[in-house]
Each structure stands twice: as structure tokens, then as C-alpha cells.
């Protein structure tokens, strides 16, 4: 195949035809990392601003050492990557429902892959994100009722714009809250979204967290010269009086 393009694997899955691309961008002379479901783009390696964003903004929401954490979805690695940047970690659990994907970060195939696995505080796991969420045994298939002190979210395109129609649960009152059991006192839930901050699901988070808010994130889209933006939102549980 060119150098220019190349179609680093395919794989049939239950939610879709799944591929993994590299692709040289002439205009730079970098190499471009795209994953695919069907027609739809998962993730970008031209775009990862707001994803490793995620990371910073939801752990700066912690004025504690020894973290726990949890990433749902992995995708090309950098929330994982930006969580694993902070000293205060000492473990991570990144939670994919593909296992093509994690697969592909095993054999590094992508980039931050070797990066990730070689990292002792983290650890793959095969799943259901929202299934889990919605468990009183959570994220932690060796010690079920672990709980965290962060939970950061990056798989839908937003709380409207999901990838399945079993993950809108997890977007209402009672489906935060089910999240919210799985962290400790002053833990913090942050959710990555491609769309401009929604009314609706502020209120939502209102509703299930201490203290909520939504910060707008804006970076550089080479493709439309011109900055672009995504969402980030945070939700922290109440703390224990004192």
C-alpha cells in the first residue's frame, strides 16, 4: 500500500466494522492515527487536545495523593497517557468494550501503546463501561465494590449523540448517581463531549454531584483552519462532614 495511507487492521465486531488507519498528512509530514466504527471517526490522533484535557482538568478537581482511577474508553491512549502524567497516581484501569482495541495497543500498533502497557499502575480491562457503571460491583473485576477517586469518560460523541442507545442511562440522574457510588467522598466524574455544553445534562449533573461545571476547551482544526471546540465536564462527590 502507499506510504501515504495505510490500513493497519480491520476487524468485524458486534457494534461494526472496525478499522484502524494511519494516514501521512502531506501538509505537515506527520502521521495521522484514525480509528473508525463503520462510517463513523472514533478518534483522531489530529485531535487529542481535548481528551488529554480531560485528564488534568477532572484529577486538578483532587487535592489528594494516591489516586485510583478509572478511564472508559481508550481509544488511541492520551486520556489514559495524561492520567498516568500525574505523579499522584498510583493506579489506573482503563475500561474498552473493544478488545481489538487494546489488542492493537498491545502489539503497538499505536503509538502510546508501548507507553501504556509498560506503565505498571495500569491496567486493560475488556467491558461494558455503562453495564459496570450501573453495577454495585463496578469497574474492578478482581475486588468488586472498589471504589475510586476519579472516573473520566471518553466514548460518545456527547450525552444526545451516543454510540449506542443502551449508554443513555448513564446520562440521567439516577444513572450518575449509580456512578457516583463508585467513588470515594470528594471523588470526581469527568466526561469528555464533542458538542458545545447542554442545558439539560448540566442540570443532570447538577442533580447527582456536589458541585458540578462545564468548561469549553478550544484547540486549533488544521482540516477548516479554524479553532474548534469540546466539552469538558466535571462532577464532584459531596465529601464526608467533618
Known amino acids: 500500500m502507499s506510504v501515504y495511507f495505510e490500513e493497519l487492521d480491520f476487524r468485524p465486531t458486534a457494534m461494526g466494522a472496525l478499522s484502524l488507519r494511519r494516514r501521512r498528512q502531506l501538509s505537515t509530514g506527520i502521521d495521522v492515527y484514525e480509528i473508525k466504527l463503520g462510517d463513523e471517526f472514533l478518534m483522531s490522533s489530529l485531535f487529542t487536545v481535548a481528551e488529554i484535557a480531560l485528564a488534568r482538568l477532572g484529577l486538578a478537581a483532587l487535592q489528594r495523593g494516591d489516586l485510583d482511577v478509572v478511564v472508559g474508553g481508550l481509544g488511541l491512549g492520551y486520556t489514559a497517557q495524561a492520567v498516568l502524567e500525574d505523579t499522584r497516581v498510583r493506579s489506573l484501569i482503563v475500561v ?23 506503565d505498571p499502575r495500569c491496567r486493560f480491562a475488556a ?3 455503562f453495564a459496570m457503571s450501573a453495577s454495585t460491583d463496578g469497574f474492578d473485576r478482581q475486588t468488586p465494590g472498589r471504589r475510586f477517586d476519579a472516573v473520566l469518560v471518553d466514548i460518545d460523541h456527547s450525552p444526545q449523540n451516543l454510540l449506542h442507545p443502551n449508554h443513555a442511562a448513564l446520562y440521567q440522574p439516577e444513572g450518575l448517581r449509580k456512578l457516583a457510588g463508585h467513588l470515594h467522598p470528594g471523588g470526581v466524574f469527568a466526561l469528555w463531549s464533542n458538542d458545545p455544553p447542554e442545558e439539560a445534562f448540566k442540570t443532570a449533573l447538577a442533580s447527582a454531584f456536589a458541585t458540578s461545571d462545564a468548561h469549553v476547551v478550544t484547540f486549533d482544526n488544521p ?7 469540546n466539552t469538558v465536564y466535571i462532577g464532584v462527590k459531596a465529601s464526608l462532614p467533618l
Open 96 to 118: 474498552d468494550a473493544l478488545a481489538e482495541v487494546i489488542e492493537w495497543h498491545e502489539r503497538g500498533l499505536l503509538p502510546l501503546g508501548g507507553q501504556l502497557t509498560a
Open 127 to 129: 467491558g461494558d463501561f
Open 223 to 229: 482540516l477548516q483552519d479554524r479553532d474548534a471546540s
